[in-house]
């Protein structure tokens, strides 16, 4: 049908035949797709599928697992380990919404006042990363000890009281308690939260800040109605950057909590490191982390309405 | 309409602007200035970049904190007040509508924020005025510039501000659109009868449209008046040399009567109206607008009473409409002459001709600035 087309087109001589040439065009793409997709294919999906299938299988590592459909997995991947998913949970909202409140002055003050100094600004926010994870959230253990200044003046200010009687802080304690592994979870997020902020705040013509300043706005008034609405991209991809992988930390739990904030990541790793038949529940319970992650980030994005804004 | 309304906006309310003055460091580039604008006028303030006309209106819009001086609209103080809290409105360089809305909300924005319950109506009479009606619903980046120029000014326009104010508002535009919306600004201009400020670097642009024109340079105001008047009568050789093309010509005041002044330059006496004259004794320099000289072949056939000197043409542009000499005197100097297309024989580079002007089109400059003052500025924001 298109031969006819391209006979008409009268093809220069230099060329291949057209046959060839469109094989060759349409294979293209695929070549240079070729290494991202083994990649994905032999370390996303291969290790889901396993994981999923895992999830269904019984067994143990002495008599091997098998492919049982036992979906009551997921309930023992569930009933005993409620509070984890609930740490899980508590923990990474408290962290998103706390990077929010923490980075998004810091980044608005760095995309409108940093003036010349804004890479250096934006350097500093980045450096502390390249130290390493686990040696940052160690060295929260020095800065929240008993008897460190801040633990001090907290207990002198009686800050620690109230906070304990909120369940945030255990007595006169910081480390080893929900406010410590917080504390470690948003330190250790907030420049995931900033740069996306920066970037989106960055972009704003400072113009028409004025424009709205010109038409009756108030400052604050010109934040809520031009500011943050145009920032919403990077509210959204900080707060998925900080999310996403504040659900499935827990570093910081295991460094800075106590035996009462357990999250769901510490269970499954003590259930396929510690247990000889804890495969299938772990399987069962990761796969319920990236269903419920999946579900309510799509939730979020759904809500947000991104697509108006990019 | 009630005398004073919610933004303290007064009827006849003049914008003045007192000592207004702002530095940045040692820079001065609004210096000490004195204007009243009258309420319902177009008014222009012209100059080239940096001659301060740009932060004079954002001191007016409020954007700007003045660093010494005054602002008042009617008897009202202005200086100090926030700019959401001054019956003023801007239409900004680059348009600045909001990208995230729409632009029905963009052009209801201001009503909005003003509490304003029903804006319906307003905004659609407001794009209707601009013609644009039927673009409520889409964003500001799917319009080409012209449209989007028109929404920001019925943006701004929808306040009824007191005093609107119009930064080059029509720079990113091309040729023939900014003619257009040259026509059209001055259109909505007369319909709604507000004061508008209009910035611009372009002379053309600041003839067409405004009433009153203020040359600005170097944070003053070099002179003030009505196109006409600062085209024929120039004030210095900034302004005749900005506004327009001048022959300037450098000369000594020969006899000077209540009428006439004689001037004697390059060997040769010229006379004009001592009312077009600002200075009647010493030197002078002698300007005569391009359009206003005519050539001759032999001094023959120059008709009597007029300002005659003898060159040689350097230059012949023939544009059509017109053609542009170049004629070369002997003192080195280059006059520049526009002749009407009539009919009459082209002179061809290296002819010996007589240039000459009616004595009551020339004017007299004080003799002791820079004669090249606002020429090569001129050059800069035509390009």
Known sequence: ?310 | MSSTDVLGRTEGGDLRLAGLTKRFGAFTAVDSLDLTIPQGSFFALLGASGCGKTTTLRMVSGLEDPTAGQIFLGDQDVTDAKPYRRPVNTVFQNYALFPHLDIFENVAFGLRRRGFKSVKPQVETMLELVELGHLAKRKPTQLSGGQQQRIALARALINQPQVLLLDEPLGALDLKLRRQMQIELKRIQTEVGLTFVHVTHDQEEAMTMADTIAVMNQGRIEQLGSPAELYENPATTFVANFLGQSNLIPGTVETATDDVVTVSAYGRRLTLDAGRCRSVSGKVILGVRPEKVQLAAAEADVPSGRNVLSGTVSDTSFIGVSTQYLVKLPSGEELSVFEQNTGREIQRPGAEVFVYWDPSQGFGLDGDQDIEAGAALDEEGAA
């Open chain 1, 1 to 310: 049908m298109s031969t006819s087309l391209l006979d008409k087109a009268d093809p220069p001589a230099q060329q291949a035949p057209p046959e060839e040439r469109r094989q060759r065009r349409n294979l293209t793409p695929w070549v240079l797709l070729l290494p991202g997709l083994l990649w994905l294919v032999l370390f996303f999906l291969v290790p889901i599928l396993t994981s999923v299938s895992a999830s269904v299988q019984t067994g143990n590592f002495d008599d091997g697992f098998k492919l049982t459909w036992h979906w009551a997995n997921f309930v023992d991947a569930v009933k005993p380990y409620w509070r984890q998913y609930l740490h899980s949970g508590i923990f990474s909202v408290a962290t998103t919404v706390l990077c929010l409140a923490l980075g998004y002055p810091v980044a608005y003050f760095i995309a409108f006042k940093g003036g010349k100094w804004k890479s250096l600004l934006m350097a500093l926010v980045i450096v502390p990363s390249f130290t390493s994870f686990l040696i940052r959230t160690i060295a929260w253990k020095t800065i929240l000890a008993d008897n460190g200044s801040v633990v001090r003046v907290l207990n002198d200010l009686h800050i620690l009281t109230v906070t304990s009687k909120l369940g945030i802080t255990v007595g006169t304690h910081v480390l080893a308690s929900p406010g410590a592994v917080v504390c470690g979870m948003v330190y250790n997020f907030l420049p995931f939260m900033i740069l996306p902020l920066y970037t989106s705040l960055e972009k704003i013509d400072p113009r028409l800040l004025e424009a709205g300043n010109d038409l009756y706005c108030s400052t604050f008034q010109t934040w809520r109605r031009i500011t943050l609405p145009l920032s919403m991209p990077g509210v959204i991809g900080g707060t998925l950057l900080t999310f996403i992988p504040a659900v499935g930390d827990y570093v910081n739990a295991q460094l800075l909590g106590n035996a009462s904030t357990g999250v769901v990541g510490q269970s499954i790793e003590n259930l396929f490191l510690r247990k000889t038949d804890g495969y299938p529940v772990g399987s069962a319970m990761s796969v319920i982390m990236m269903v419920g992650t999946l579900v309510l980030v799509m939730m979020y994005i759904r809500k947000a309405g991104t697509e108006d804004l990019i």
